[in-house]
């Protein structure tokens, strides 16, 4: 069966400090990917979708990037982390148009 | 780009009550997911439903593609229901890989 997992858990940076979060699918292949924010409050901003390796689509113009150095490897970054990155950080997998999304178990990341 | 709106926003229930959420969607879609965003910020899937109906316990969806509109049931509530609902959409004929979502329903079941 296929899994997700993402890591760390929970993360607390300073202001400035680079980031790296890593998101890896098991037990399928060419999986969409996705990484999404949670910001305080409910709503689930898209940050970045990729279809395969090397193709990343961006959604919001932002502090932060996304690679897909492998097929199922998705990992988000920044160069100098903002107040304003604090937030929950979620990948998901999905197969394609017509299938379901899986969610891995998230990041809560403060910059302090 | 498509818009997901749900309503209510917030609701609170006595345990016992029955509800009804309510997901709302600009565009064609050609996916529709229903999550339940625990306590601890996991989203757990509830339903893909497209389009018909599914049930799963005490919990059942309903989504009228024509209508732009799906429907969460959640009978008989239970504390264990608290958490955030969110519905999920993909645009039929947009970037199709793009999974859009709603604003989401605070739950609140109270004993």
């Known amino acids: 069966s296929q899994t997700i997992h993402q890591w760390p858990a929970t993360l607390v940076q300073p202001v400035g400090s680079p980031l790296s979060l890593e998101c890896t699918v098991e037990?399928?292949?060419?999986?969409?990917l996705y990484w999404y924010r949670q910001a305080a409050g409910r709503g689930l901003q898209l940050l970045f979708y990729?279809?395969?390796?090397?193709?990343i689509s961006s959604e919001v113009p932002q502090n932060l990037s996304a690679s897909r150095p492998q097929d199922r490897q998705f990992i988000l970054s920044s160069k100098k982390l903002l107040l304003s990155d604090s937030g929950f950080y979620l990948c998901?997998?999905?197969?394609?148009?017509?299938?379901?999304?899986?969610f891995g178990q998230g990041t809560r990341l403060t910059v302090v | 780009g498509i818009q997901v709106e749900q309503s209510p926003p917030d609701l609170i229930l006595q345990e016992g009550a029955n509800s009804t959420l309510r997901c709302n969607f600009s565009?064609?879609?050609?996916?529709l997911q229903w999550f339940h965003q625990n306590p601890w910020g996991q989203l757990i899937n509830l339903f893909y439903?497209?389009?018909g109906t599914k049930q799963n316990g005490r919990l059942s969806a309903t989504t009228v593609a024509t209508e732009r509109y799906s429907l969460l049931y959640i009978s008989s509530s239970q504390t264990t229901d608290s958490g955030v609902y969110f519905c999920?959409?993909?645009?039929?004929?947009?970037?199709?890989?793009?999974?859009?979502f709603g604003t989401g329903t605070l739950l609140a079941v109270q004993p």
């Open positions: 565009d064609s879609v050609n996916n």
């Open positions: 037990g399928t292949s060419n999986p969409n």
């Open positions: 439903i497209p389009s």
């Open positions: 990729s279809v395969g390796i090397g193709q």
């Open positions: 999920a959409v993909k645009n039929y004929g947009g970037a199709t890989n793009k999974l859009i």
């Open positions: 998901a997998w999905t197969l394609g148009v017509n299938t379901e999304a899986f």
